[in-house]
């Protein structure tokens, strides 16, 4: 298990079509870029897709590591800006079906890589089934992607309540994605925070905003991460901000790291 703290940050964000891989793999690569040892877990488990979005490909998969055929380090593959990417399998029902224990088992995995990184981010899939579920609450930070929709709105608030009133998250920091200015990110954040302190005993939090941007889709064409391809970019700039905020994030200051606790909480829940 890791022996200095690892910060774990599930992106999630209730609806499909949010961004969430995007955000995911541009934070990780701007984190990256400051120093941070970073990994990536895609963890759309049935129907990966940050593989596809950098044009990477692997010969093995978190697939084969639960079936035990290899090791989690095995099969990572390693990203743009020096990330480590651990690829989910494409299309596998069975996957996207595991049951507690197995969650427990993938992600007990990860104890045997904790001294050999700082940041784990994992990329949740869309929705609110029980895999998303278990890798939210088990994660130290929750980044909620949010875009200005109302259904991605009603959709990222049903996740809150959901996860504040079942299992007792009570922080929730919001990215605002696709936004035309920084005051309509700020209205969107405001606007979500509006619904959750009337109904709900939550902490909200705005990590900030990412611009609509035309380089982003270039670079989505180009199976590039827009902070690689286009590294002077409105989004880029923007993520780098992002990632800022993300490293002055409180660490827990006991032995007891944050991959510790994500692995713990999870063992937990498949007991339970």
Same mark, same amino acid.
């Given at each position: 298990m890791a022996k200095h703290p690892v910060q774990v940050i599930a992106v999630t964000g209730g609806k499909g079509g949010v961004g969430k891989?995007?955000?995911?793999?541009?934070?990780?690569?701007?984190?990256?870029e400051m120093g941070r040892?970073?990994?990536?877990?895609?963890?759309?488990?049935?129907?990966?897709?940050?593989d596809i979005l950098l044009g990477i490909s692997s010969n093995k998969t978190i697939e084969n590591v639960l079936q035990g055929e290899c090791d989690l380090k095995d099969i990572m593959v390693k990203g743009p800006g020096g990330i480590r990417i651990v690829p989910a399998s494409s299309g596998t029902q069975k996957l996207s079906q595991l049951n507690s224990l197995e969650h427990a088992g993938l992600i007990q995995a990860f104890s045997d890589i904790g001294d050999d990184m700082d940041v784990l981010i994992v990329d949740t899939a869309a929705g609110i089934s029980d895999t998303v579920l278990s890798f939210v609450r088990a994660a130290q930070e929750v980044l !909620? +992607?949010? &875009?200005?929709?109302?259904? *991605?709105?009603?959709? /990222?608030?049903?996740?809150?309540?959901?996860?504040?009133r079942d299992?007792?998250?009570?922080?929730?920091?919001?990215?605002?994605? !696709? +936004?035309? &200015?920084?005051?309509?990110? *700020?209205?969107?954040? /405001?606007?979500?925070?509006?619904?959750?302190?009337?109904?709900?005993?939550?902490?909200?939090?705005?990590?900030?905003?990412?611009?609509?941007?035309?380089?982003?889709?270039?670079?989505?064409?180009?199976?590039?991460?827009?902070?690689e391809a286009y590294p002077r970019s409105k989004a880029a700039t923007a993520f780098r901000a992002l990632a800022k905020k993300v490293d002055a994030w409180p660490l827990p200051s006991s032995p007891r790291g944050h991959l510790e606790f994500f692995v713990d909480r999870l063992v937990q829940d498949a007991e339970a």
């Amino acid at each position: 298990m890791a022996k200095h703290p690892v910060q774990v940050i599930a992106v999630t964000g209730g609806k499909g079509g949010v961004g969430k891989s995007n955000v995911s793999v541009n934070l990780g690569i701007a984190l990256a870029e400051m120093g941070r040892r970073v990994v990536l877990l895609d963890a759309d488990l049935g129907l990966a897709n940050i593989d596809i979005l950098l044009g990477i490909s692997s010969n093995k998969t978190i697939e084969n590591v639960l079936q035990g055929e290899c090791d989690l380090k095995d099969i990572m593959v390693k990203g743009p800006g020096g990330i480590r990417i651990v690829p989910a399998s494409s299309g596998t029902q069975k996957l996207s079906q595991l049951n507690s224990l197995e969650h427990a088992g993938l992600i007990q995995a990860f104890s045997d890589i904790g001294d050999d990184m700082d940041v784990l981010i994992v990329d949740t899939a869309a929705g609110i089934s029980d895999t998303v579920l278990s890798f939210v609450r088990a994660a130290q930070e929750v980044l !909620m +992607v949010v &875009t200005d929709e109302p259904t *991605s709105i009603t959709d /990222a608030y049903a996740q809150i309540k959901l996860l504040n009133r079942d299992y007792g998250l009570f922080r929730f920091r919001i990215v605002a994605n !696709m +936004v035309r &200015t920084p005051q309509e990110g *700020s209205a969107l954040f /405001a606007k979500l925070s509006k619904v959750t302190d009337r109904f709900l005993d939550v902490a909200m939090q705005y990590a900030g905003a990412i611009p609509q941007d035309d380089a982003l889709k270039r670079a989505v064409q180009r199976q590039k991460a827009v902070i690689e391809a286009y590294p002077r970019s409105k989004a880029a700039t923007a993520f780098r901000a992002l990632a800022k905020k993300v490293d002055a994030w409180p660490l827990p200051s006991s032995p007891r790291g944050h991959l510790e606790f994500f692995v713990d909480r999870l063992v937990q829940d498949a007991e339970a």
